[in-house]
């Protein structure tokens, strides 16, 4: 249910935006931060990355700032089920995390309850989230 709130979220701030997303394979890696090809310089904005088949499908949607994952980022299975989803801020992981290692339904509320909640994990709280 978390995840679910989150996800919808994230993709109404991201449809919202009005930004176009960046595919991240547009981008080039230099000393651990992604930047721009033609200046070298780190890029900041909304990110996306395809799947290579079927390569309209989105693998990852979230956002960079000064080169490094800043803000939300949803990684999905190629059957377009979350694989995980949370937050960054100035590249590190914060706040609460979920993971989903099995891209199949179990079939049982209480086995994907149960799946959800051991794949859960809480890192240090996001610049501005009340902790408790």
Do not use: K
């Not at 989150?6 to 930047?35: I, K, P, Q, W």
């Not at 590190?92 to 794949?119: F, H, I, K, L």
Request: hydrophobic share 35%; with cysteine.
């Amino acid at each position: 249910m978390i995840r679910v709130l989150l996800l919808s979220a994230f993709l109404s701030a991201a449809a919202c935006s009005g930004h176009e997303r960046t595919d991240l394979a547009a981008l080039d890696v230099v000393d651990s931060l992604y930047v721009v090809p033609e200046t070298l310089e780190p890029f900041s904005g909304p990110i996306v990355r395809y799947f290579e088949e079927p390569s309209d499908m989105v693998e990852l949607e979230g956002g960079l700032r000064d080169g490094v994952f800043d803000g939300e980022l949803v990684v999905y299975h190629p059957n377009g089920r979350v694989r995980y989803m949370g937050s960054f801020r100035d590249g590190e992981r914060c706040g609460p995390w979920t993971e989903n290692a099995d891209s199949t339904e179990t079939g049982s509320v209480y086995d994907q309850v149960m799946r959800e909640v051991e794949t859960l994990g809480l890192y240090p709280p996001c610049d501005g989230e009340e902790v408790g």
